[in-house]
C-alpha cells in the first residue's frame, strides 16, 4: 500500500489531467482508485516519465506497459455545465429550492450533493473546473483546425480521413463484405457540412448583384472549420447479415477506424498559435460568464491564472475507455504520439431525440486528438490552478476526427435506418468534395433535423435550452438551413417564398417579445390543446383573446414596421391554417417540423400548467428572448433577400437548387479556412 501511495503522489499531474478524456468525470486527483497489481513498482519511474517527449526519445527496448485507471462516476456535473448552473447551487443550499435541474432528465438535491460532493463548496468548485476543462477543449480543437491555411487543404485531409476509413474497413475481413455491399458507410458529417453548404448558397448568392441578396450571403459566410467529424451508419434494416452479426461487426469497425486513424497525419501549424493566449481568451470567456454573481468564488482564482498560463503541444499515448460496474475506466497503451486515439466503447445518455421511457442514445466513439500540456507560468498562477484542481500541470486535447459508432440500440440508427428504408436518400447524400473525390454526407434534411434534436428536440424537451451544448450555435444553424432549403426550393415562385418568410419573421418576432412572457397573471388555465398551424395552442378557442398568451401570441401585427410593403396582403389571418400555399412551403421545407413545431412545444410545457412556471429561474423569459432575438434578424435578411429576387428579371435570378449545395469542388479552394468575426 505504502509503494501505492508513493506512486499516486508522483502520478497526480498526469492521471487528473488524463480523466478529462471522460467529460462526466470529476478531474480532482485522489477520488478515482488504482489497482495495485496493474501498475508494477518498477515501471513507475518510467510512467512518471514527462509526456512532452518525443516518441523516438521515449521509446525504448522495454514496451511501456499498459496502465489501467477506474475513476468514480458523477453524474451531477454535466459535461458542458452552464455558468447558470452554479449561481443555483446558491438557491438549493440555501434551501429556496428542493432540487435544481443540472441537465436533460438530472435533478440534483441537497442529498445528491453531499453523496457525490461532500459540500456545495466542492460541488460548485468541480462545476466551474469542468466548465474551464471544456473551454480550454473547444478553444484547443479550434486552434487544431487553425493550421489549415486554406479551404483546398482542408478538404484534402477531409478526403484522406475519409479514403483511410473507407479502405480500412473495405480491408476487414469482417467488415469488408458490408462496407462493399454499402451497409457499413462512412458518412461525412458536423458542423463542417454545415459550412460547406452554407459557402456553396453564399457562392451562388453572392453573384446576385443586389445589395440585400449580398447582404444575406454574407451573413451565411462561414467564420471556421472544426473537428472532422464522421457517421459510420450501419443499415442493418437492409441487411439481415448485418442484424445477426451487428456486436462482431461493430467491434472489427472500431479496430479498423483506429489503424486507419493512426495512419492520419495532422498538419503543423506554420508558424505555431500563442497557446498560452489560446487558453487565457479561452478563460476570459468564463470569467465574464461567471463574474455576474459575486458569490462565485472561483472567479478569483480565474483571473488569477488568466494570462499567467502556458500550454504547449506535448505526445500522449492511446486511450480506451470502457464503462465497469466500478466506474469508468481508462486504458493507457502503446507509445506517446503528438496526435493519439481515444476509444470509447460505449456512451450512454438521453437528449432530445430520446421521446419515449425507452428512446436511448448509444455509442461508441474513436477519434484522433492533439495532446496539450498546461502549466502555470507564475506562483500566483500556480497557487490559483492549485484552488481549482490539485495538479501543477493539466493534460488536455484538441480534437482533430471525431468518428461515431452508433450501438444497436441507439435511436439516431434507427430513424436513419428506417427513413433510408422507406426512401433512400432522405437523410444520406453524395457530395462531390473535390474533383474526382465523392463521399457521402449528410444530406440537408438531415442536417437540419440533428440541429433541432440536438437542441430543443422534436417536442421541446429542453427547455432550458442554454443548458444544452452549443445550443445558440445549433439554433443558429438550424434557421440559417431551414432558410437556405427554402430560397433552394424549385417549384415555389420567388413570390411565395417572400411572403412566407415575412409570416416567419414576424411570428418568431412576436414569440420572442410575448410567448414566453413571465406575466402570470396572463397565463391560460387549460390542460388540453389542439394543434394549430406553428402557432400557440389553447384548449379553448373562444377565450385565447381574453387570456393573452399563448394563442395570441401566434397573431401577426399588420403594422409591423420589418413587413415588406409589396407583401402586406399577407394578414394576421394567413398564420394558420388557411393559407395552404404558404403551409405547404413550410411543410416541404422542414419549417413547421424543425422550427415552428418545437416552438409551439415550448410554449405548451410553459403555459400548460401555471405551477409550471414556479419552477422556472426568474430569468427564464429574457434568456430565451436572448437566443430568440438573433434569429428573428437572420429571418429578417432571408426575406429582404427574397423579396429582392422577386423584383428581379427572371435571367438575373440566382440559381439556388438542392443539388448545388452539394458540389463543394466548385468552391474556391484558396479561401482562407478562418475569417475574423
Not at 434551501?95 to 440534483?108: D, E, M, P, Q, T
Not at 441487411?239 to 445477426?244: A, I, R
Not at 440500440?409 to 426512401?423: G, H, M, T
Amino acid at each position: 500500500m505504502e509503494r501505492l501511495v508513493s506512486f499516486l503522489r508522483r502520478w497526480r499531474w498526469s492521471s487528473a489531467a488524463e480523466k478529462s478524456e471522460f467529460d462526466e468525470v470529476d478531474e480532482e486527483a485522489g477520488l478515482w482508485c488504482v489497482e495495485e497489481e496493474d501498475i508494477p513498482p518498477e515501471e513507475c519511474a518510467q510512467l512518471e516519465e514527462d509526456s512532452s517527449s518525443s516518441p523516438s526519445s521515449s521509446s525504448s527496448s522495454k514496451r511501456l506497459p499498459r496502465v489501467t485507471i477506474v475513476l468514480k462516476r458523477r453524474t451531477s456535473v454535466p459535461p458542458v455545465p452552464d455558468a447558470s448552473l452554479v449561481s443555483e447551487t446558491y438557491a438549493l443550499e440555501e434551501g429556496k429550492v428542493s432540487r435544481i435541474l443540472a441537465r436533460a432528465g438530472v435533478y440534483v438535491d441537497a442529498t445528491r450533493v453531499a453523496s457525490e460532493h461532500g459540500s456545495f463548496a466542492s460541488y460548485r468548485r468541480r462545476l466551474v473546473w469542468q466548465m474551464l476543462k471544456r473551454r480550454w477543449f473547444c478553444a484547443l480543437t479550434e486552434a487544431t483546425s487553425s493550421a489549415f491555411e486554406d479551404r483546398g487543404e482542408f478538404l484534402d485531409f477531409v478526403w484522406s480521413a475519409y479514403a483511410a476509413l473507407d479502405a480500412s474497413f473495405r480491408d476487414d475481413k469482417i467488415v469488408g463484405p458490408f462496407a462493399a455491399s454499402g451497409h457499413v458507410r462512412v458518412v461525412f458529417k458536423g458542423g463542417n457540412v454545415v459550412s460547406l453548404v452554407k459557402s456553396a448558397a453564399e457562392m451562388v448568392l453572392g453573384r446576385v448583384e443586389c445589395d440585400a441578396v449580398r447582404r444575406l450571403g454574407s451573413a451565411l459566410a462561414p467564420r471556421g472549420i472544426s473537428d472532422v467529424d464522421f457517421y459510420v451508419w450501419f443499415d442493418y434494416a437492409g441487411s439481415p447479415g448485418l442484424d445477426e452479426d451487428f456486436e462482431a461487426v461493430h467491434a472489427a469497425a472500431r479496430a479498423a477506424a483506429k489503424r486507419a486513424l493512426r495512419s492520419l497525419e495532422v498538419p503543423p501549424w506554420d508558424p505555431p498559435p500563442d497557446l498560452g493566449a489560446t487558453i487565457a481568451t479561452a478563460t476570459g470567456s468564463l470569467i465574464d460568464d461567471l463574474g455576474s454573481d459575486p458569490r462565485i468564488a472561483e472567479v478569483g482564482a480565474l483571473e488569477q491564472i488568466r494570462g499567467g498560463l502556458s500550454c504547449e503541444s506535448v505526445s500522449r499515448r492511446d486511450l480506451e475507455i470502457n464503462q465497469t460496474v466500478g466506474g469508468v475506466e481508462l486504458a493507457f497503451y502503446g507509445e506517446p504520439r503528438p496526435a493519439y486515439v481515444s476509444d470509447n466503447a460505449r456512451v450512454e445518455h438521453r437528449d432530445a431525440r430520446c421521446v419515449t421511457p425507452d428512446d436511448l442514445c448509444a455509442f461508441s466513439l474513436v477519434r484522433l486528438l492533439r495532446g496539450f500540456a498546461v502549466k502555470p507560468a507564475s506562483p500566483e498562477a500556480q497557487k490559483a490552478l492549485a484552488a481549482l484542481v490539485a495538479s501543477a500541470r493539466v493534460l488536455t486535447k484538441g480534437e482533430c476526427v471525431d468518428v461515431s459508432f452508433p450501438l444497436r440500440n441507439d435511436v439516431n440508427l434507427a430513424i436513419w435506418c428506417q427513413a433510408e428504408k422507406a426512401r433512400p436518400g432522405t437523410l444520406v447524400r453524395q457530395a462531390d468534395l473535390k474533383p474526382a473525390a465523392r463521399v457521402y454526407c449528410e444530406s440537408l434534411d438531415a442536417l437540419i433535423l440533428e440541429q433541432r434534436d440536438l437542441t430543443f428536440g422534436k417536442r421541446s424537451q429542453h427547455v432550458l435550452i442554454w443548458r444544452v451544448a452549443k445550443a445558440s450555435k445549433r439554433l443558429r444553424r438550424l434557421v440559417e438551413l431551414v432558410g437556405i432549403k427554402l430560397l433552394a426550393h424549385a417549384s415555389k415562385s420567388w413570390g411565395l417564398k417572400a411572403t412566407a418568410l415575412a409570416i416567419l419573421h414576424r411570428k418568431l418576432a412576436r414569440f420572442a417579445r410575448y410567448s414566453l412572457s413571465d406575466d402570470k397573471e396572463n397565463l391560460p388555465k387549460t390542460t388540453k390543446s389542439r394543434r394549430s398551424f406553428g402557432g400557440l395552442v389553447v384548449a379553448n378557442p373562444s377565450t385565447a383573446k381574453k387570456n393573452a398568451p399563448p394563442h395570441s401570441a401566434g397573431k401577426l401585427s399588420s403594422s409591423s414596421k420589418h413587413r415588406p410593403p409589396q407583401y402586406q396582403a399577407a394578414d394576421d389571418d394567413a398564420w394558420h391554417d388557411d393559407n395552404d400555399d404558404v403551409r405547404d412551403l413550410f411543410d416541404q421545407t422542414l419549417v413547421t417540423d424543425a422550427l415552428l413545431l418545437p416552438l409551439e412545444h415550448l410554449a405548451l410545457r410553459v403555459f400548460a400548467d401555471r405551477t409550471s412556471t414556479n419552477s422556472l429561474p426568474p430569468t427564464f423569459a429574457a434568456t430565451w428572448a436572448s437566443f430568440l432575438a438573433p434569429l428573428v434578424d437572420l429571418i429578417a435578411l432571408f426575406r429582404d433577400a427574397a423579396v429582392a429576387i422577386d423584383d428581379l428579371p427572371d435571367h438575373l435570378r440566382p440559381r439556388l437548387e438542392e443539388a448545388s449545395l452539394f458540389r463543394w469542388d466548385n468552391l474556391n479552394r484558396a479561401d482562407p479556412c478562418h475569417t475574423s468575426t
